[in-house]
């Protein structure tokens, strides 16, 4: 038994170190089902990002584009235009044949407890922010709340480097932030959005539970949460904006 015992701890100790392997490193070129380069298609070649990502304003989820826009450009097998030749390309034709969606692996995810809608970001009038907030970057890796704001703030496909990084200059997609898509990471930003950090201390006590709803239009009177597209704005650091 004692013998069996071992054994069992043996391998998980050993399955718990492999797992470490796997996931701790990076993702490699050869993880991905195609070696689809964002540096080759979104700079050197100057395909906009929402070309490609056409729900990223739309929708919740941004989505891989359908092999269906590959083929736009690259063909198929029995027409293909763009790199006839390639291995690479002809692998992503052969997915259009099979008539199956290719395998990509999913970089960033975040939990399915928590609601992040891409097109409520993509979309969000860049006044929303308070005024001092997102100022300047300085240099092409700054990572500082206040550089990601200011890239935020700029809109359009620059809007996505906010979150994601400089994607045009990786061949292979890697989040750049270590803390990418956790609780603190989502809330630092709310807080530099009109009425966040008002609202983080509303309801504190007795009295603004029994006044809670007057108390409220005051306060988002006072700080602008009536949205000049004419709804009332999510509360950005209330629990249940994020989670259902
Ligand atoms: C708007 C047009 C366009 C779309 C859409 C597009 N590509 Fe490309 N792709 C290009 C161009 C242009 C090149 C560079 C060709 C060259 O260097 O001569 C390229 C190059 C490539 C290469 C490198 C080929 C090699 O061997 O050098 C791969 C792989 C590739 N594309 C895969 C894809 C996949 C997969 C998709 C769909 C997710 C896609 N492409 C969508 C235009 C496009
Ligand atoms: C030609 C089509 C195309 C263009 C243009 C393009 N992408 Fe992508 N994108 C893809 C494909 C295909 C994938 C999945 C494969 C991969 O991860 O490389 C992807 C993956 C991603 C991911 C990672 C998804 C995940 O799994 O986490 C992000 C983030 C992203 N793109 C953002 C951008 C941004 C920002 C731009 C503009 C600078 C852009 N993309 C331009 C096709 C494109
Ligand atoms: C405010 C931060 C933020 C901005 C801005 C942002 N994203 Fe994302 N993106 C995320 C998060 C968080 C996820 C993970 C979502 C999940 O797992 O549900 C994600 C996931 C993705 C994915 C993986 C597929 C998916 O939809 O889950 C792609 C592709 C992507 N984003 C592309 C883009 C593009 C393109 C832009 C700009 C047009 C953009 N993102 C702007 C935070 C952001
Ligand atoms: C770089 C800044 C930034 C980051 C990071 C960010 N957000 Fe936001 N988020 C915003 C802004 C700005 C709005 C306000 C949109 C408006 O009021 O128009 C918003 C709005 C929202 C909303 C409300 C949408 C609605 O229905 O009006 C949700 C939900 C949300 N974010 C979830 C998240 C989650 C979850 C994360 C982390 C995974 C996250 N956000 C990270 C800037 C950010
Ligand atoms: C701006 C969005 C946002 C808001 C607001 C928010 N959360 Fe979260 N929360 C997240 C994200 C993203 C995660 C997932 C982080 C991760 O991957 O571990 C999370 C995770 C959690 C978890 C799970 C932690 C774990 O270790 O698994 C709990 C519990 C939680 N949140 C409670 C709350 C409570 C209580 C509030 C209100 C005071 C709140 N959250 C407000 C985005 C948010």
């Excluded at 996931?23 to 070309?51: G, R």
């Excluded at 198929?76 to 790199?83: R, S, Y």
């Excluded at 960033?108 to 609601?115: E, M, S, W």
Aim: charge should be neutral; glycine fraction near 6%.
């Amino acid at each position: 038994m004692r013998q069996f015992m071992n054994v069992l701890i043996g391998q998980s100790v050993l399955c718990g170190l492999l797992f470490l392997c796997i996931f701790a490193s990076p993702v490699m070129a050869e993880d991905q089902p195609i070696a689809f380069s964002h540096k080759l298609h979104a700079d050197q070649n100057q395909i906009p990002c929402q070309y490609c990502h056409l729900y990223a304003r739309r929708s919740f989820s941004s989505g891989v584009p359908p092999v269906s826009v590959c083929v736009g450009c690259h063909g198929t097998n029995a027409n293909p235009v763009i790199k006839p030749e390639s291995k690479e390309v002809n692998t992503m034709r052969d997915y259009w044949d099979k008539k199956e969606p290719i395998p990509w692996v999913k970089i960033h995810d975040i939990p399915d407890f928590v609601r992040f809608p891409h097109k409520a970001h993509i979309n969000a009038p860049s006044s929303r922010f308070i005024d001092s907030a997102g100022q300047s970057c300085s240099g092409e890796n700054d990572r500082s709340l206040d550089c990601k704001v200011h890239l935020f703030k700029q809109g359009g496909d620059e809007r996505c480097t906010a979150c994601h990084g400089d994607l045009k200059a990786m061949d292979v997609v890697q989040k750049v932030d270590k803390d990418f898509g956790m609780m603190g990471w989502c809330l630092e930003c709310h807080l530099q959005v009109k009425g966040a950090a008002e609202r983080k201390s509303a309801m504190s006590t007795m009295g603004g539970w029994f006044r809670a709803k007057e108390e409220d239009e005051e306060r988002a009177k006072k700080i602008q949460l009536e949205d000049p597209r004419g709804f009332h704005s999510a509360n950005l650091t209330d629990c249940f904006t994020c989670h259902y």
